[in-house]
């Protein structure tokens, strides 16, 4: 039988100081803790303990090719984790850290093969909620943590998503409430020149360039290439962050075409005027801005995956600058709908 997990309410600044002795005590004993983020939920383990860190690609059904950001406290922390800070890491920093954005670097020798599946760079995030620095300060470690939720599963925005997923295999829950930004953090490789953009994010390339003194970062096709090269982004697998049920996208020019037989639940995302109510709707839900968008995109998909529907379709947002890191995650969770499939695609 799996024993149920303990899930940690914070309601106030005492259950936050109770909450972090209980969490940090757990991770320095090599176990795993699940924290609210400003993105999503982390599923957070030790990061200098291989055993630990082993434990959490167990809990997740996480390939060993996929490498861990490691979260830290300070930008003293994130240089004791990495073989050198160039001057852009430190510009970067300044800019947006604590926040939502994490920079591939060199990797020094405290951060075990297993963090970053081998490869000679790691990943390092300052994240900006006041409770989970406390947490990593208190445990005086780096944590490890991917998002909470099983692999190429939803990204969890709430403490009961985690629960849901990784009941029994995770110590404890903090349930710190929805996350604020809703999506990952901006992966920036910036032991290249010209920065490279591994997964798009909350910090857009336009941030990030003006943060630089000018500086363009590269960024990576939908498929995962380079121009500049072969791009090693490991977790930017074609179907990932996806619901069970099947999921199909529209561009905005199908949504007259599209045959609606199938039990729908329709999501439409943009600027777009919402289309009347086509038969075999049962629900519908507008995000009609990308901070929004961003926001509720996972806790619609998670509800989504939940009501029974046969289908699920989403209607793109327009391919600009400001919708990039949703239309990201929406071509991850969905399949393109092919008009000669009539309807029908599957995964
Ligand atoms: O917002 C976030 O980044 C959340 C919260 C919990 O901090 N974390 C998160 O972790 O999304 P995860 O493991 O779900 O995604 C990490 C991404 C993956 O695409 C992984 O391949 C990439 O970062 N990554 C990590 N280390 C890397 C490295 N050394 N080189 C290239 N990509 C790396
Ligand atoms: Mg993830």
New binding site residues.
Partial sequence: MISPTRVLKIESASDEVQAVDEAALILRRGGLVAFP????????ADATNPMAVARIFEAKG?PAS??????VSDVAMARSCVASWPDQAQALADRFWPG?L?L??P?SNIIPDI???G?????V?L?SPRLVRALIERTGRPIA?????RSTGI?PTTAEHVRKDLEGKVDLILDGGPTH?G?????V?VHVSPPCI??P?PISAEDLARALGGVQPVELTPSGSSPIGPA?????MAV?YAPRTRAIRLEAPQLDRFPWKDSTALLVVGELTPPAIPEGVTRQVVLNTPERAASELYRVLHDFDECGVEQIVVVMPPDQSDWRAIRDRLRRATRPWLEEDCGTSSR
Avoid: K
Wanted: aromatic share 2%; no cysteine.
């Fill in positions: 983020t400003e993105t999503v939920y982390g599923l957070g996480r996929n490498p861990l950001i490691v979260h939502p994490t591939v670097l990797r963090v970053t599946a490869r000679e760079t790691v990943g995030r994240p943590a991917p998002s909470a939720n990204s930004l999506i990952e953090s901006t992966v490789d591994l997964r994010g090693s982004s490991p977790g930017q990932h």
